[in-house]
């Protein structure tokens, strides 16, 4: 008798296994097991032990994250020669500087009391350096500077406390206030300025430095110890040593620390996505501008200032000028071309108090203290009127008697075949061209002309690689 088909067997091998979860493999879900009682899934061991595991990892990259370029190598553990690949971008370190113009600055010399700050940037096409200095081993020594490799300026700015950390200069520095720097500051913050300068050349550097090695790889970039190249001009590089160098991928520096005599150890960190335009200082020269040749109605106002000079007569004066660490001097008075003469009061910005009368004549310059009765601070600044008739010696500075010399000499004809257009600017809310002539003989002469020809500032080159200024304000208030 056959069986019915309800009362048949399903084989073992056909039956249907029954669903057995697996929490071990499967992800743990959000949302509760049940919509009803709101359960969630109950957590194992072993899914405590995962969950353990992820929030390590991602503590430890964090913690990577934020050391970044901080991580200092141990050369011992892993140096070698550096690849074909890691020379060649060694070699255009510099040269990627130079074309990338321009980078924020946060440099670091010395520790403890002894340290030194400067943050701000570098130009490197210029070259130009804008630092705030100090803070906390500058002691009162403390403020902003400007610096290319010839020349340092500071505009000191003491304070007390210390500010707590270091800040960038305002973009737009102060006019006023700059001197060049005198030792031993200057002797102090040279060769940190150098060593910023010597990072970036024209060129690339030759593709193999023997004595090279790379020492690890670091948040993207590879860590080099190599030293520093000679600059391409044969001047000898900044007498630094274990330099050791962080670049990128690109050849791109984001680190670079060193060992300087007296100094100790510097660190220098390049924020290289903040690079505005900087703003020289007049006595560096002012902006660059775009020079050009000048205009036939340039020309014409060029041709006609000695004709202005001489209608005028005279003019109210304001020198500034950066002659030496030792004569930073700023003077007021008057220049009278119709006479060739110049009169003026000088204060010397370093020596408080101390002001020199100075007559210029038919190229003779003489000088004499200025009377007491006078030297308290509260006059005007003017020199006295009627002119002093006593004590008047042959004056020791060379470099300030060339100054009011030239000044004179603009009422002559100027060298339009030399003249070029620098830029234009904007001086007590007037529009001027400067106007750049490079005499025969003697340096370089700016004339800042209105509209109409007539001089509002004259420039000179010195010596000292600065610029200085003379001011002219016309007016019927002129010395008699």
């Known amino acids: 008798m056959e069986s019915s088909p309800r009362n048949r067997r399903t084989p073992r091998s056909r039956r249907t296994p029954r669903h057995r979860s697996t929490p071990s493999t499967q992800p743990t879900s959000t949302a509760p097991d049940d919509p009803q009682t709101g359960q969630f899934p109950r957590v194992t061991g072993r899914r405590r032990t995962v969950l353990r595991t992820l929030a390590a990892v991602a503590l430890l990259a964090a913690t990577a994250l934020v050391l970044g370029l901080s991580w200092v190598p141990d050369p011992a553990e892993s140096s070698r020669r550096p690849t074909a690949d890691e020379r060649t971008r060694l070699a255009a370190v510099r040269v990627t500087n130079y074309r990338d113009l321009r980078a924020g600055i946060h440099l670091t010399a010395g520790t403890g009391a002894a340290q030194t700050d400067l943050v701000g940037w570098v130009d490197w096409s210029r070259p130009l350096l804008y630092l705030d200095f100090g803070a906390p081993g500058g002691g009162t ?80 970039t590879d860590v080099f110890a190599a030293g520093l190249p000679p600059a391409q001009s044969g001047a000898p590089p900044p007498p630094v040593t274990d330099v050791h160098w962080w670049v990128d991928r690109e050849a791109r520096l984001h680190r670079l620390e060193a060992r300087l005599p007296d100094l100790g150890p510097v660190t220098v960190r390049l924020n290289r996505a903040d690079r505005p335009t900087l703003r020289p200082v007049e006595a560096l020269g002012g ?172 420039q000179f080159s010195t010596a000292a690689g600065t610029w200085a200024q003379v001011d002219l304000t016309f007016d019927d208030e002129v010395a008699s």
């Open 287 to 458: 902006q660059a501008g775009t020079p050009r040749p000048l205009s036939a109605a340039e020309r014409r106002r060029l041709a006609s200032l000695p004709t202005q000079l001489r209608t005028a007569g005279a003019a109210r004066t304001t020198l500034t000028a950066l002659l030496g660490s030792a004569a930073n001097l700023r003077g007021t008075g008057w220049i009278d071309w119709s006479r060739r003469s110049a009169y003026l009061a000088v204060d010397d910005l370093d020596a408080e108090r101390r002001r020199t009368l100075l007559r210029h004549e038919r190229g003779r310059t003489t000088q004499t203290e200025l009377p007491a009765a006078v030297n308290t601070g509260a006059d005007s600044g003017q020199p006295p009127l009627p002119v002093p008739t006593t004590g008047w010696k042959p004056a020791p500075d060379a470099g300030l008697a060339a100054l009011l010399d030239a000044a004179l000499r603009a009422a002559t004809p100027a060298d339009e075949g030399t003249a070029r257009r620098i830029r234009s600017d904007r001086l007590a809310g007037t529009d001027l061209d400067v106007v750049e002539v490079v005499a025969a003989v003697g340096e370089p002469i700016r004339y800042w002309l209105d509209r109409s020809g007539l001089p509002h500032r004259l």
């Open 141 to 220: 020594e403390r403020g902003l500077l400007q610096a290319t490799p010839a020349v340092l300026l500071l505009r000191p700015t003491p304070t007390t406390p210390a500010p707590p950390s270091p800040a960038p200069p305002p973009l737009v520095p102060p006019a006023d206030g700059w001197r060049l720097a005198a030792p031993p500051t200057a002797d102090r913050l040279r060769p940190l300025l150098d060593l910023l300068f010597a990072l970036a050349t024209d060129r690339a550097d030759p593709p193999t430095r023997e004595t090279a090695q790379w020492i690890a790889s670091a948040d993207g």
